[in-house]
């Protein structure tokens, strides 16, 4: 709750922690009422849903462009944004309500690194703004096969998709791998990050964008 710091937040953040806290601080303030998170959630907004998402940082080059599609409360984009600040976030949301409160935490908490926009991944406008960036995020949006038609055609040739995951990515990867090719993608593997600093550490999928070569 308000006030306490885990250890492995400070282990993830380093000196960007205070941001971090400002940001679990608002979700546990407004998370609820604003439609964000359930209420069984506020408890366990560190662990499951701030370090969660801010762990996959360690599968970043430096300077990458980043869309985080279906931002919603802001996973994984903000965290991601507050522990890498060298990485240029683009935070894409359709819903006018989620798109306030992205906008309210990017002041707040003064992430120069990022942008608001609100629309869809599969829309022609949005594809056109946003093409060729090289990492996707989306946490909780869609099952893969629809996640790969949706985001592998806003990244550039061999960039990458990176998915959050649950236990079971493996199986959606093996289920879904024929129509992840069909739309571009790659040399698809599941991996784990944050084992080191999380008691449950974090699940991906990423998959790649085929590069002409591939063809």
Known sequence: MAGELPDNAKLVFG????????FVRL??????ERGLIGPR???????????????IEELFQRNERVVDVGSGAGLPGVPLAI???DLRITLLEPMARRIAWLEEVVERLELDNVTVLRGR??????????KNCD?????????LEKLAKWCLPLLKGGGRMIALKGERAQEELDRDGTAVE????VNGKVVVVGADVLEVPTTVLIVERQTRRDR
């Open 41 to 55: 959630e506020v408890d366990k907004i560190w662990d499951r849903h701030v370090l969660n998402s801010a762990v």
């Open 83 to 85: 522990a890498r600040p």
């Open 121 to 130: 991944a599969e829309e022609g406008p949005i594809r056109a703004q946003l």
């Open 27 to 32: 979700l546990e303030e407004h998370g609820v």
């Open 15 to 22: 000196e960007h922690v205070d941001r971090a806290a400002e």
């Open 182 to 185: 069909r739309a571009g993608g």
């Open 135 to 143: 990492v996707v995020t989306a946490r909780a949006v869609a099952p």
